[in-house]
């Protein structure tokens, strides 16, 4: 892969050397320019990935330079800087188009981890394109989106979708866990009038109890030891556009309550602020959960249930609609022919029974996983029975252990019990190692009572 060019606006020339020799080391190619109008002459010369800019500047401010910036290079990737900031002039920029916001002074590692981030952004961006070349190569009666099917109980989801995608009725999508709700819900919004607003996505079941809350609120200035800087939250990031709040049934008892005024007065209050602010989001929810049985043992409020449950969209598991298994077997071996650089035509006649008669308990993403390891195992041109004997596929235990929730708890939990084994009980290393923030790790360390 070939060095990310960054360029740096600043008219301060240490901090255009100190970020020059910061993204340096980091393996980035750096160029700086004093103001807006001198990055623009920059832009035209030469090509940039990604743009750091400050915000106050002599003779072509930041927000100027954005402006014209964006005209000329839509696609570009605009990061702001400013000693000056507020949460209104981090909005601003966002609403003219830049792709995040950092406050001065800032830590090293806040600037790398921006980057990292709008990396992923880009490589997600190229691969939705990819995906959606692919698609449009099926026939129309056999997707929808990213969603590929060819049955019965499919055709009427995908019927579901087209009537509520311009509308903003709230949603609730039903189903297993692995049988693609949340590609149900980005079908819903971008077959809708909110298409050009945000997509922002939640999993309630994905942050701890504590940090919740400011994630989907956001919070102020002082409202808590680390609250450094005023932080809007995923609904206020949502305006405009769709709020998809996966496994809602996890959500816990106290932050029901807030989501439902959320969807009855359509404002949100910042932990430390004083003031509600009012908010344009179409939300959609999705659960494995029976959330009639949740509101029965008091687990989960009847009168959000209601509120959510205004248009629900269920998905049937992969073993009620075996007929797609063919379909999405082809899509799989495709993309990851691409993927893994191979050339695999298709399955073997004994290959497919298998396949077709397996109880697929983890949907069509366990599917997906199946034809990955087919493919890289595979070494002619087919798919054999050989490829696939492999375990899950060939399971024979009981079907309480097939629970994948279940399974992902305990691999997580022996994932922090040996990372906490190997750094001697060092949380801050041990969070490092494991790849998760340390507050994420203490909760868990406290979820799962680990002992130390």
Known sequence: ???????????????????????????????????????????????????????????????????????????????????????????????????????????????????????????????????????????????????????????????????????????????????????IARAIHSNGVRVTGPLVTINCGGIPENLLESELFGYKKGAFTDAVKDKPGRFEAADGGTFFLDEIGELPLPLQVKILRVLQEEEITPLGDVGSKKIDVRVIAATSKELIKEVEEGRFRKDLFYRINVMTIHLPPLRERRGDIPLLVGYFIDLFNKKLHKSIEGLSSEAMPILMEYSWPGNVRELENAIERAVLLAKGRWITPSELAQEPLTYQGPIESLSIKKASKRMERDLIEKALKITDGNRTRAAKILEISRPILLSKIKQYKLEL
């Open 1 to 183: 892969m070939s060095q990310q060019r960054v360029l740096i606006i600043d008219d301060e020339e240490n901090m255009r050397h100190m970020l020059k020799v910061m993204l340096g080391k980091a393996g980035y190619i750096v160029e700086g320019a004093a103001d807006g109008a001198e990055a623009l002459q920059q832009m035209e010369a030469s090509n940039f990935d990604f743009i750091l800019c400050d915000i106050k500047m002599p003779h072509m401010d930041g927000m100027t330079f954005l402006k014209k910036a964006k005209e000329r290079y839509p696609e570009k990737t605009f990061i702001m800087m400013s000693a000056y900031g507020t949460m209104e002039t981090a909005l601003k920029a966002m609403k003219e188009g830049a792709y995040d916001y950092i406050s001065k002074p800032f830590k090293t590692d806040e600037v790398l981890l921006t980057l990292k981030k709008a990396e992923e952004r880009e490589r997600l961006k190229e691969e939705n394109l990819r995906l959606k070349s692919r698609i449009s190569e099926i026939e129309q009666k056999y997707s929808f989106g990213n969603i590929i099917a060819r049955s019965e109980a499919m055709a009427h989801v995908f019927d579901l979708v087209s009537k509520v995608a311009d509308h903003k009725t709230t949603v609730l999508i039903t189903g297993e866990s692995g049988t693609g709700k949340e590609l």
